[in-house]
């Protein structure tokens, strides 16, 4: 027999007011957690619960830093990525494309997101996507990236 399928916004709603009840049973719904998550979703889950985090979606502007892609030296230098406003204070910039599962509906609890890496128009565009946990992004404002903001001041 199938599933049926729920709105995920009534399943939120309902696991809401159950959990306000005395007889809720948490640890079946800790163990259907811990079961049903990946690792790094289980990773990602316990770093929001234990310290402030904003989720990053779709669309989103993201930094990370440079050191932890070694390979992005072969496409385009940090000196000439700073140079251009693409990187920063030891820093580059990309933009959330998806999360890292195979599904089609974006999931920021997912654990890792793939990112669409911003460099300078002569850089080659190759590699310019990458895989990264979603504890090692930080969400900011497309107009914190230097490029953007002298786009924007002119």
Partial sequence: MAGLLIDKSIVRGLLKQLARKDNFPLDGLIDALVYNCSDSQLNYILKITTEPTELVYQGDYVKFKYSEFDALKEVCSYADCAESGFAEDGYMFGKVQEDGSWRSEYNPFEGTVKLKILLPQDADPSDVEKTLSTTDVIKIDKYD??????????
Avoid: A, H, S, T
């Fill in 145 to 154: 990236i230097p490029y953007f903001k002298i786009m924007k001041d002119g």
